[in-house]
């Protein structure tokens, strides 16, 4: 199944520059693998940033946090890593930002215009590298937090007092059950 950019900007629901930039870098890192879109867990992403690009990333690999193979870093920077399971192998992609003319970002249709014809060797830089291999995802319990009553993945529960929390309410703020109430 190849995945259009028009395929991308119906899932994310607009055409933007992070958009074409996320789409090429998935492109170049499926490329490179020699991989094909992931049903399950074939193909691993691995994204340092939370941009639009990251819906690219979705669509051209198929990689969700609910498969468990779209792992987010909050890096804030404009890098993949791609990983294929089958070969053992990965790769990061970043983009070149140094490759944009002057003026160029200042005319939105043109930017992704030139993002999207624009030679990839031209815009992004291939890493190869040792990777360690991702955990493949686990399924984990869901279990009542003590106060709000709210079903939580047992990894994420807080130990507070001899009582199992959720992270809001162990943290003491957030949306608390007790200060919301279903009467208007």
């Known amino acids: 199944m190849t995945i259009t950019f028009d395929d ?5 629901g607009h055409a933007c520059p992070g958009l074409a930039i996320g789409f090429r870098m998935a492109q170049a890192g499926v490329e490179a693998l020699s991989a094909i879109r992931s049903s399950d867990e074939e193909l691993v992403a691995i994204v340092e940033n939370n941009s639009c690009g990251v819906d690219a990333v979705q669509c051209v690999t198929g990689c969700t946090f609910g498969k468990g193979n779209l792992i987010f870093r909050d890096w804030g ?14 790769v990061r992609i970043t983009f070149q930002r140094n490759a944009v003319f002057e003026g160029l970002r200042d005319d939105r249709e043109a930017f992704i215009t030139w993002v999207l014809e624009a030679p990839a060797a031209q815009i992004l830089q291939t890493q190869w590298g040792a990777i360690a291999e991702p955990e493949p995802a686990q399924i ?45």
Do not use: W
């Open 8 to 12: 991308v900007v119906r899932f994310h």
């Open 77 to 90: 920077k404009l890098a993949y890593t791609f990983y294929s399971r089958s070969s053992r192998r990965g």
């Open 140 to 184: 984990y319990r869901s279990i009542p937090c003590d106060r709000c009553g709210e079903l939580v993945m047992e990894t994420r529960l807080q130990h507070h007092n001899g009582m199992l929390l959720c992270i809001p309410c162990a943290q003491q703020h957030g949306m608390q059950t007790d200060i919301l109430s279903d009467e208007q």
